[in-house]
């Protein structure tokens, strides 16, 4: 109590991605997706990017790079609206 603390931190690049092989060969697959990938903001790439590499098998992987390039190619902008895939 009453002690004093400095604390330093370094803020990554926010405009920096990191692509998932699956959804980088996805994108050059699909030119429209592709060009409203472009226009994301770089939050909106960065959750799509996490959504797809968080997934722990490949099938998981595929399918959500499908439900990505079918959001990306619909011109939804909201990302609680990706499509539902089943199978």
Known sequence: VGCLAE???RVEPQDEIE?????????DAHAAAATRWA?????????L???VSTAKTGATAA????QAILWLES???DLRRLPKMTG
């Open 7 to 9: 604390l330093r931190f």
């Open 19 to 27: 692509m998932p092989p699956l959804l980088g060969r996805a994108l």
């Open 39 to 47: 226009a994301l903001t770089p939050g909106k790439q960065r959750a």
């Open 49 to 51: 990017t996490h959504h």
């Open 63 to 66: 399918r959500r790079v499908a």
């Open 75 to 77: 011109g939804e902008t």
